[in-house]
Nanobody, 120 residues
Framework: QVQLVESGGGLVQPGGSLRLSCAAS????????MGWYRQAPGKQRELVAA???????NYADSVKGRFTISRDIAKNTVYLQMNSLKPEDTAVYYC??????????????WGQGTQVTVSS
């Protein structure tokens, strides 16, 4: 079974930075794309950033210029560098990946989520 393990969340002051990591492990044949979503209390889960197998990236308007998504293919890991953090960025951040397992087909996997809190 494929698993996504997230790390790097925590408490940070406004204007500060955090770097989130998400490592995929298990019976992985290939990874189509990886991304980050977030969900604040009382709100819908929303896409923050995504990166395809070709390196194409997509960002939510609210984080453009502040967040950067990248990945290390050899390590099956995706990163989210978050700079100039605002209180509005406070949410649970979820890693997401489209993965093809050996002997199977494509499935979308989710991490368990990591809390990011931006507060003075």
């Amino acid at each position: 079974q494929v698993q996504l393990v997230e790390s790097g969340g925590g408490l940070v002051q406004p204007g500060g930075s955090l770097r989130l990591s998400c490592a995929a492990s298990g019976s992985i044949f290939s990874i189509n794309a990886m991304g980050w979503y977030r969900q604040a209390p009382g709100k819908q889960r929303e896409l923050v950033a995504a990166i395809t197998s070709l390196g194409s990236t997509n960002y939510a308007d609210s984080v453009k210029g502040r967040f950067t998504i990248s990945r290390d293919i050899a390590k099956n890991t995706v990163y989210l560098q978050m700079n100039s953090l605002k209180p509005e960025d406070t949410a649970v951040y979820y890693c997401n990946a489209g993965i093809e397992e050996y002997g199977s087909t494509w499935y979308v996997y989710w991490g368990q989520g990591t809390q990011v809190t931006v507060s003075s």
